[in-house]
């Protein structure tokens, strides 16, 4: 019975720690093979950081940031009509998907020059795959 119990713990736990996830990547993973062990949980510790100018829940106000409930699969600078998004951000095309979110947490100026986000950016690819993962688990 004893057994039981921690076999069903231990099946809750929300998996492997960030060495384990890495080793099982090896030493120069692709952006495909970083998403596949992405680990919403872990993104939503991470997403720490970013709640310093954004909200999260659905229906929750603006911040210096937009709110980035339901940002997976939204056109990039639509889905907050009231946020004022700068030019550079709006003009561009089409959706905020795996590729994009991470072109954009890896370096926001580099990926959107002229945007008014003051963030250096997160180096880290597995990090930038758990934010993705609990941004699209968002919706």
Known sequence: ????VVALLLAG???ED?????A?????????????VADAKAGARRFGQ?????SIAAGGNDRNGPNLHGVFGARIAQNRPRFSYTDALQAQPGVWDEARLD??????RRAVPGTSMAFAGVTDPLAR???IAF???QH
């Open 1 to 4: 019975m004893r057994m039981a």
């Open 13 to 15: 736990c929300s998996g």
């Open 18 to 22: 960030d060495a384990g996830r890495r």
């Open 24 to 36: 099982r990547l090896g030493p120069s993973p692709t952006f495909a093979q970083v998403m596949q």
């Open 50 to 54: 970013c709640a310093a100018c954004h």
């Open 103 to 108: 072109a954009w947490l890896a370096n926001p």
């Open 129 to 131: 795959a758990d934010l």
């Open 135 to 137: 941004l699209r688990a």
